[in-house]
């Protein structure tokens, strides 16, 4: 397992807007990517990465939500698509180790059920809500080439990237 570079919306947004693609199938490629990411994400630190933030274009996530000390629970989706969303709606403060050290309020269905492959290559189907639910669909946005601060006013959009250029230049110099 190796730590990758994590993309920021400084350096390659282009990257990250771009469109992630199915993956074919699980195997022992796609796993070394998925443990790889989950090196990375852990690293960082953080709680979800898609595989398009490490500059990989495929249709692949890693997310762990264990808090603290409590044991690490690793998760891993292939080819994810939400199949239904609650009408509720839930805000939570998100952040992105795309675009560091910004965090803004993001309203998103508040339970959400969804379709993929998981480490094995099996088929799962299940219901996420509260916490999960929220990376969930922040990270199938990343596969998308949407980006969380995508649902924010112009105006603070524009700021959260200059905060980041800036966050950059000074960490460079």
Known sequence: MSVRRILTVDQDLKVLKQKSAPVARVD?????????????????????????QVGVP??????????GDAPKEPRFFVNPEIVWTSEELAPYEEGCLSVPEI????????????RYLNYQGDAV??????L???????????L???LFIDYLSRLK?????????????????
Do not use: S, W
Request: net charge negative; aromatic share 4%; glycine share 4%.
């Open 125 to 130: 189907e299940e219901e996420a809500d509260g």
């Open 157 to 173: 959009r524009n700021r959260a990237v200059a905060k980041v250029r800036k966050a950059a230049r000074d960490e460079a110099a």
């Open 103 to 114: 965090y803004e309020e993001v309203q998103r269905p508040a339970t959400v059920r969804l």
């Open 144 to 146: 998308e080439g949407v």
């Open 132 to 142: 999960f639910a929220t990376c969930i669909q922040h990270e199938i946005d990343h």
């Open 28 to 52: 022992d490629d796609l796993r070394a990517l998925m443990d790889d990411m989950l090196e990375t994400m852990y690293d960082a630190p953080g709680i979800g990465l898609a595989a398009i």
């Open 58 to 67: 495929k249709r692949v996530i890693v997310m762990d939500l264990a808090r």
